[in-house]
Structure formats: structure tokens, C-alpha cells
């Protein structure tokens, strides 16, 4: 006997908050618009359930399509509910995504690892830079493994829609590795066996393809798109191969006196072949692979239920990231996120927290990820390094990462820490 349909919506909310299985799926099965209905403060069926730990209301709910991505008035989801209260069961079955796989929303486990670029596969063995024998014999060893860059992007071969790195012996690549223009570097070896090396070379582009047994291969003409089609384990030694490589493209004279200089250590060291250079006195900078430290933000409402976020030029259409800046010297990266954040976005910002870090070989950075806590809203861009920035909702983010249908914007790709930093974001409990 259902006479309105605000009844029937409070009955149904009523039924999952107090665990009654069998009317949660009477009242579904002859109204399935309930699924998804909101009452006090934005509270949906399967919070009501989440929120008083009935486990197999909330398997019910979801399996007649029960959207788990709403936020309620405070921006939580059922998962932040059911988190907060202290139902980990629960909460990990809200966490899965639909193939099983665990965490979805879980990005408070966040771990250096899992950012792309960061996977270090290669034991470096940098004692051995120096051991000039020892590196000699590696070279020729037949189980040696060689990657090749031309340009400063590597081979890769195509299977499918993925990249991965072309690998070659010795055999192969010796006359290459003569010639006067190529530049070795010792990467490292996973317990001394087999041994990495990566060379680049300045040889036709189409010769060089030929060399390679596998289909499909290529030298990558965009690194910002195509590097970022490899594995994990790939990406972590391309990471480290292509930043020296390029350090080795652009030190080719010393910057201390002009003079050529020339590879030492493994490929880890260039020194000046002037005898009387200062460089050559003690041990300078300059002779070492350079890192340009950059901060990347994710700038938090003082709400705590929006975050900054802006766009370049020269991004896809629709998407929006994290602000990032160089760190300048003297400077700690607490004050570069603060001055970044004011110079592009006009927003003030007060407490910095880091969370995690990832190299980016675009040639060299090394991206260092903060939450930074705003204590002013007003935003005021500058027009030359950002195009738009605007606060989005815990709401909005979440439609973007994880649901289908036309989100406000598009974050940017899951390689990049701008993404793991506004996932984190995500996985953490709002207003809790
Ligand atoms: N992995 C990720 O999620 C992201 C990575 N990035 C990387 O961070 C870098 C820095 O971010 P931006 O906003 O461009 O920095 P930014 O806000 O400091 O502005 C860049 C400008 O700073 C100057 N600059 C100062 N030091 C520099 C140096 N060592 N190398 C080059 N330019 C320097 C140049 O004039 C340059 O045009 C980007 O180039 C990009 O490669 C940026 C955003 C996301
Ligand atoms: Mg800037
Ligand atoms: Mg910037
Ligand atoms: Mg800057
Ligand atoms: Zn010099």
C-alpha cells in the first residue's frame, strides 16, 4: 500500500539502514528507480547500509546497480561511510572495481612504487662504474642486454597496443658500439646477472630497425605519449636510461671552460679533457647526470571537499592537472609549492604535505608530490603558464576517474602522478 513516492523512498532507505534484506529486495524488484534515491543530507540506500554494517544489504544494492560513486552533502561516499565506521568488510567490497581487482578507491596505500616511472628493476651496482675490467668483460658477455635510443627514444616493439623494449646481445651491436658518435651507460644488473647497458647512436633510424628480430618496431616519436606504454618494470629502467643519455646529448662541452669532455664511470661521469680545467679540481656538479627537482601540488579547498586544478595550452581538450613549478635554488620544496601555487593560480596556500615522488625522463625531472592546504579561494591565473584553473568537487573528481558519462574534465593518464596524487585525494576520507 504505497501512496506517494516520497513514502515509498523513505520506507526503502529505512529497510537498508535497518538490514532488512528481504524488503530492500521486494521494494528493488518492483521499483528499481529506488536504487539510487537520496534522503537526509544525500544519504542513499547503500550508505544507510554501509554506515550500520549490513554486509549483505550492500551486496544486494550493488548487484541491482547500485551506484557506489554518489557523495553525500559532507562528500562521502559509501565507501568513506563504511571506512569511517569501521566495517573493513565492507568497505573492501565497495573498494573492488568491477573485474575483482581491490582498491579502486583505496589510494591512501599509496607507495612509491606504484607510480609509473618509479619501479626500480635494476640493482644500479654503481661500485662497479669504476672497475673498468670488470665492465670490459660484461660487455661481451653473451647474455648482456643492450637497449638502443635513437633521438633519445628506444626501440620498442608493437604486439599490440603496448610498448616494449627492443633487447639486444653483444653480437648485434658491436660495430655500433664503436662508432665515434655512440654514447654507452652501464644501468646496473639484477644481481650481476645478466647485465644492462643502454646506448645511443646517431645511425640511420630505417638501418637500425633492420637490426631487430621482432615486428613492430620503432623508435617512439613522441616520448610524452609513448613512454608511457610500457610496463612497470620497463618504464623504471627507460626512466633511468633516458635521463643520462639526454644529460649526455646536452654536456657534450664542459660548462666550466668550454673544452670537450668525455664519458667516464660507466657512463655516470663526464670530465673535461682540458688538464688545467677547474672542473678536474675536486669534485664539481658538473660533471655528474643532472636532476631538475619540480613540485607538483594538489591544492585542497579550505572546505576540504574541492581541489585546484588547471590547465595548460597545450593540453588534450578538457583536461585539467595538478599545478607544478621548478624548484629554484635556495628554496625548500614547501616554499616552491607555495610561490607556484600564488604565481599561477593567484590561491594562497598554508600547510604542505609530501606524499610521494616520480621521476619524469622529459629529460630529467624528478616530480615531487604535495597536498597543500589553501588558505585563500580566489583564483586569479597567470595567463602565461596556465590557460584556466578552477576548483573541482570530491563529486566531480570522482565522475572523472571512475565513471563513463561526460565528467565536468578529464584527468590527466594514471602514468602520471597528477593522477595518483588526485586519487589519493579521492581515497582519503573527507570531512572524517
Ligand atoms: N608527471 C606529471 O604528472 C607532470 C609532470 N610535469 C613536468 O613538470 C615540468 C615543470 O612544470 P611547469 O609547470 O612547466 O614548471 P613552471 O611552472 O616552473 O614553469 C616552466 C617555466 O619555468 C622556467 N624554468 C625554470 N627552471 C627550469 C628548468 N630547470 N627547466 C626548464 N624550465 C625551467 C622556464 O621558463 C619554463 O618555461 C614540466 O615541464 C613537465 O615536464 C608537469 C605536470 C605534471
Ligand atoms: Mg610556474
Ligand atoms: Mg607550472
Ligand atoms: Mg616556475
Ligand atoms: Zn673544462
Not at 640511420?204 to 613492430?216: H, Y
Not at 627507460?238 to 664542459?254: G, K, M, P
Request: glycine share 6%.
Amino acid at each position: 500500500n504505497w501512496d506517494t513516492g516520497d513514502e515509498m523512498v523513505e520506507k526503502f532507505l529505512d529497510a537498508a539502514a535497518r538490514g532488512d534484506l528481504s524488503q530492500v529486495s521486494t521494494l528493488l524488484s518492483h521499483v528499481p528507480s529506488l536504487t539510487n534515491q537520496t534522503g537526509y543530507s544525500g544519504w542513499t540506500a547503500l550508505m544507510l547500509a554501509a554506515r550500520n554494517g549490513h554486509y549483505h544489504v550492500v551486496e544486494n544494492l550493488l548487484s541491482h546497480g547500485c551506484d557506489k560513486f554518489i557523495v553525500n552533502s559532507s562528500s562521502q561516499t559509501a565507501y568513506d561511510i563504511a571506512k569511517f565506521w569501521g566495517h573493513k568488510h565492507i568497505a573492501d567490497l565497495l573498494g573492488q572495481t568491477d573485474d575483482g581487482c581491490q582498491r579502486v578507491l583505496l589510494g591512501s596505500h599509496i607507495s612509491p612504487q606504484e607510480n609509473y616511472f618509479s619501479r626500480e628493476t635494476l640493482d644500479r651496482l654503481s661500485g662497479k662504474r669504476t672497475d673498468e675490467a670488470w665492465l670490459e668483460a660484461k660487455q661481451r658477455k653473451p647474455d648482456t642486454v643492450y637497449l638502443m635510443f635513437s633521438n633519445l627514444s628506444p626501440m620498442v616493439s608493437t604486439p599490440q597496443e603496448d610498448n616494449s623494449l627492443c633487447r639486444f646481445t653483444y653480437e648485434t651491436v658491436k660495430d655500433l658500439l664503436q662508432k665515434p658518435a655512440t654514447v654507452l651507460i652501464f644501468l646496473g644488473g639484477i644481481q650481476e646477472t645478466p647485465a644492462w647497458f643502454a646506448f645511443s647512436t646517431d645511425e640511420d633510424a630505417a638501418e637500425l630497425l633492420k637490426l631487430c628480430t621482432e615486428r613492430n618496431c620503432s623508435f617512439p616519436k613522441m616520448p610524452n605519449r609513448d613512454l608511457l606504454k610500457l610496463n612497470e618494470e620497463e618504464a623504471g629502467i627507460v626512466a633511468q636510461a633516458r635521463s643520462v643519455l639526454a644529460w649526455h646529448s646536452r654536456y657534450s662541452f664542459c660548462p666550466t671552460c668550454g673544452t670537450s669532455t668525455k664519458p667516464e664511470e660507466g657512463g655516470h661521469k663526464r670530465i673535461c679533457l682540458n688538464s688545467e680545467c677547474r672542473s678536474l679540481k675536486g669534485v664539481h656538479n658538473t660533471c655528474y647526470p643532472r636532476v631538475d627537482p619540480v613540485v607538483i601540488m594538489l591544492v585542497i579547498h579550505p572546505d576540504g571537499n574541492q581541489c585546484l586544478l588547471g590547465r595548460k595550452k597545450i593540453f588534450p581538450a578538457r583536461m585539467f592537472s595538478c599545478l607544478a613549478g621548478f624548484v629554484e635554488p635556495g628554496e625548500t620544496f614547501e616554499d616552491a609549492v607555495r610561490r607556484e601555487v600564488e604565481e599561477e593560480s593567484g590561491v594562497q596556500v598554508g600547510p604542505v604535505q609530501y606524499i610521494s615522488c616520480q621521476p619524469w625522463p622529459m629529460p630529467s625531472n624528478l616530480m615531487i608530490g604535495c597536498f597543500a592546504v589553501a588558505i585563500s579561494t580566489d583564483i586569479r591565473v597567470d595567463e602565461n603558464e596556465i590557460e584556466e584553473a578552477r576548483w573541482f568537487t570530491r563529486q566531480q573528481v570522482i565522475d572523472s576517474l571512475f565513471r563513463e558519462a561526460s565528467p565536468a574534465f578529464i584527468a590527466p593518464p594514471r602514468q602520471t602522478i597528477a593522477h595518483q596524487l588526485i586519487r589519493h585525494w579521492i581515497g582519503m576520507n573527507a570531512n572524517l
